[in-house]
């Protein structure tokens, strides 16, 4: 059976691939949007720990998992071993209609202007590849209100002096912050930092035909029982769908974007959901797939024209991976804070966002979401008891009176992190899968460090007893902040995308996911990954308007 | 009366007449604890070694919590592959144990355990052969699969009756919407 022609694919169904299904659907293309996962739901998990997309030892229920899928992981002494979903090293993010937007913690970050300008505010770093993003932060602004007010963020951005200028506030008002939060609000002012609710992709209020949150203890890494958190899949991907223009096609694996002989892009070849292969013709593809699956997907598309993979003239496919430098400080304090209210994560300060003398970069800093009890097993200070009564006890005594602050530390991005695909092996389908390789720069351990020192500072003030400081390792980041694998710039011997998401030299392949990100941010990165879908979106509904088929 | 309240009152008399009868067969005692994949043995070393990661206190310790029960339904699931792990090395364990003190790992005292496990997690046994196996590598994943047992979902076969979550002073079992102060 030959598929229906159709004006756009669109390849992953995730913060990016979501909102330009919806946006192209509203602008009159024709749309299939592809999703290898299904649709997930709360009953089906409810309050799982153990599966959760937070602690997974019994396997991610949102996706993807351990059966048909398999990475390579290159640990720093080149060493390699095959992986699968449930193991940290997968860097795995979601594989479900929404994907990670689902389950996610759901903190709605806008970067700062400086994040898109890390070259010029850092200089050059040694052994980086750092580069200004082609687009500005007043470039995307009006994308990132209408993230904001499409999918639904609440919030209150003037309560943080050190927040980008914007046209429009939010369109919910801010949660209330819950016990451990007012806590280290009066300590984050006796520091002199400049506290702030978190904004989040979340309802305070009803929004959007859905209601408000209530404040569950499972909420990052679990679906929302009365879908209050706001993800792709009940906002942007319905609102397509309902324009009669999108197909949503779930258990479907894209292997491959095809191209004729002059290097056109024609559409994709993919197994549906009963493993029988398929073709889906297009006049213009978008892939959407995440930075690890984006770059696969790019890299296994050979062809004469492009024998090292589409987009890859200049081995620029698949360099630049990054996720965070997570770190932070944890802390133990005289009276109970945890109060039973979700999500956990409430208050932050951006303090040292940027603009920290001596330091390239830095971070937003936040209170960590809950610790469900397995995984507060492994919250302990340096050199606790791991098993028997002790460590019972501290289970029994601290849980309640456990602190964590975190910060996503901005890495410098270097070329040798890396997705690449495997000579050797192959997944369910046959298909050459991702191979991770790469390190952090000492630079992002340096500046990951001092973030963590003043984590300390903050959890000082509120008066903790014991401290204990966690700066991360030298290994590639990635797993649910990947980005960078395809990023844009103007020029192609250094990226593989213009500044609209286009490829370079493939004028109806576009790019819209993390992929694209020149830097990462000092934040979570997915309202920016949204914004991106509005900035691509946008650009193609426009030109397609003037009669421009790429 | 209506036909409703006499179906609801018979219908509970034929269940307690039904359970009754689905008894038969284990009337007698205690009724056998049976397993998927593990041993009588096993599950009696695997008891032990449950209890001294999580030892039992006022709060259920992970022996009483279902935690080899949990193992078990694992290793007949999602953790096959650790089968021949477990076999192997539960069985070097108490080798091990007889070789060191003279007895099984299941009738040493409840120190002694301990301190036999310590120098386990410490690598100081890593030297023997456990049939292919090291000793301190086995032992972290059975530390994490007890920890997974006793504080994961009761629907995953241990955590009995969310004690774990009474120990924590969390609310149990989750009611959406409820559970909210």
Not at chain 1, 8 to 21: I, K, Q, Y
Request: aromatic residues 10%; glycine residues 10%.
């Amino acid at each position: 059976m030959t598929n229906k022609h159709v004006n756009a694919v669109v390849v992953g169904s995730g913060a990016g691939g979501g909102v330009v299904a919806k946006e192209l659907a509203v602008g009159g293309l024709s749309v299939v949007l592809f999703e290898r996962g299904k649709w997930a739901r709360y009953d089906d998990h409810n309050n799982d720990e153990l599966t959760s997309q937070r602690t997974f030892p019994l396997g991610a229920y949102f996706g993807p998992d351990n059966e048909r899928y398999r990475r390579v992981a290159v640990d720093q002494h080149g060493n390699e071993r095959i992986v699968y979903p449930n193991d940290w090293a997968y860097h795995n993010n979601a594989a479900c209609v929404g994907s990670g937007t689902v389950s996610y913690g759901a903190m709605a970050w806008r970067f700062m202007e400086e994040c898109f300008k890390f070259k010029s505010t850092y200089g050059h770093i040694e052994g980086s590849s750092t580069a200004d993003w082609p687009i500005t932060y007043d470039d995307l602004e009006p994308y990132y209100e209408k993230a904001e007010w499409d999918i639904g963020v609440a919030g209150d951005d003037y309560r943080n002096p050190f927040a980008p200028w914007r046209r429009r506030a939010h369109p919910m008002p801010p949660f209330k912050h819950n016990r451990e939060a007012r806590m280290l609000e009066g300590a984050a002012i006796k520091a002199g930092f400049h506290p702030f609710p978190i904004p989040m992709l979340r309802n305070s209020i009803p929004y959007g035909g859905r209601p408000p949150c209530i404040r569950m203890r499972n909420c990052v890494g679990f679906a929302c029982p009365v879908n209050a958190k706001c993800g792709t899949q009940n906002t942007v991907i319905p609102v397509a769908i309902d324009t009669g223009n999108c197909e949503l096609r779930t258990e479907c694996q894209v292997y491959e974007v095809m191209t004729n002989g002059n290097g056109r892009v024609t559409g994709v070849a993919y197994f549906d959901e009963r493993d029988r292969r398929q073709v889906q013709t297009a006049d213009i593809v978008i892939l959407s797939a995440s930075a690890t699956e984006t770059a696969r997907l790019l890299l296994n598309s050979k062809s004469p024209l492009f024998p090292d993979g589409i987009g890859n003239s200049y081995d620029q496919v698949g360099r630049n991976l990054q996720g965070h430098a997570y770190c932070g400080a944890d802390g133990l304090v005289e009276e109970e804070v945890y109060d039973d209210v979700g999500p956990g994560a409430s208050i932050a300060i951006c303090d040292f966002a940027h603009n920290n003398p001596g330091i390239t970069g830095g971070a937003m800093l936040a209170n960590e979401f809950i610790r469900m009890p397995y995984l507060f097993t492994g919250v302990r200070p340096p050199g606790s008891a791991r098993w028997g009564k002790a460590h019972k006890d501290f289970q029994k005594n601290f849980f309640k009176r456990h602190v964590s602050i975190r910060g996503p530390v901005q890495e410098v991005p270097n070329p040798e992190s890396r997705v690449q695909v495997s000579q050797e092996v192959k997944d369910h389908w046959g298909i050459p899968v991702a191979r991770i390789s790469g390190f952090k720069l000492d630079e992002d351990i340096r500046t990951a460090r001092f973030i963590a020192g003043k984590a300390e500072e903050w959890l000082r003030a509120a008066g903790a007893a014991q401290i204990w400081l966690s700066v991360p390792g030298t290994g590639v980041s990635g797993s649910q902040h990947q980005s960078g694998t395809c990023r844009m710039g103007d020029d192609p011997q250094s990226s593989v995308t213009n500044r609209y998401g286009q490829v370079h030299g493939v004028d109806n392949l576009f790019v819209a996911d993390g992929s694209l990100h020149v830097t990462n941010g000092a934040f979570n990165p997915v309202l920016t990954i949204m914004a991106l879908g509005y900035w691509v979106s946008d650009y193609v509904v426009k030109e397609w308007n003037h009669g421009n088929r790429f | 009366m209506n036909a409703k309240s006499i179906s609801r009152r018979n219908f509970i008399k034929m269940s307690a007449i039904g359970a009754g009868c689905l008894c038969i067969p284990g009337c007698a005692g205690t009724p056998a604890t049976y397993h998927y994949i593990l041993t009588a043995r096993e599950a009696e070393i695997l008891d032990a070694l449950a209890d001294q990661i999580i030892p039992p206190d006022e709060y259920a310790g992970g022996r009483e919590a279902g935690v080899t029960n949990f193992i078990d339904k694992q290793l007949s699931g999602f953790y096959n592959e650790h089968v021949p792990m477990y076999r192997a090395c539960l069985m070097a364990l108490d080798e091990t144990c007889r070789d060191i003190y003279g007895r099984e790992f299941t009738v040493l005292e409840f120190d002694t355990q301990t301190s036999y496990l310590e120098d386990i997690e410490s690598g100081k046994y890593n030297d023997r052969d456990w049939n292919g196996y090291t000793a301190s590598s086995f032992f972290g994943t059975l530390r994490n699969h007890c920890l997974q047992g006793f504080y994961g979902s009761p629907r995953h076969g241990g955590n009995k009756d969310y004690v774990s979550y009474r120990m924590m002073k969390l609310d149990y079992p989750f009611l959406v919407g409820r559970n909210v102060h």
